[in-house]
């Protein structure tokens, strides 16, 4: 069994909802605490900026939220 790489979108919950798949859920502006994935095998990253949780389907600043997830968080959690 592989782990799925995704961001909080519906492959994300789908890989989650197979036993025994492992997840890395990458989050921006949605809230973990609301939509994380229900399951033992998941893991969120996430860095909380001043304007997260914005809800935004397109960022009006820079993706701060999702540009200070780097590689080697994303790495490390493989």
């Known amino acids: 069994v592989g782990t799925l790489l995704a961001n909080d979108s519906e492959w994300l919950h789908l890989a989650a909802s197979v036993p025994g798949m492992p997840t890395i859920a990458i989050y921006g502006p949605s809230e973990p605490i ?3 994935p229900l399951s ?3 893991l ?3 860095r909380h900026v001043e304007c997260t949780p914005c809800f935004l389907a397109e960022c009006p600043l820079d993706h701060r939220c999702l540009n ?5 968080d ?3 959690a493989f």
């Open 74 to 76: 994303v790495m490390a």
């Open 34 to 36: 609301e939509t994380a």
């Open 44 to 46: 969120t990253l996430r």
């Open 68 to 72: 200070e997830i780097d590689v080697d």
């Open 40 to 42: 033992s095998k998941a």
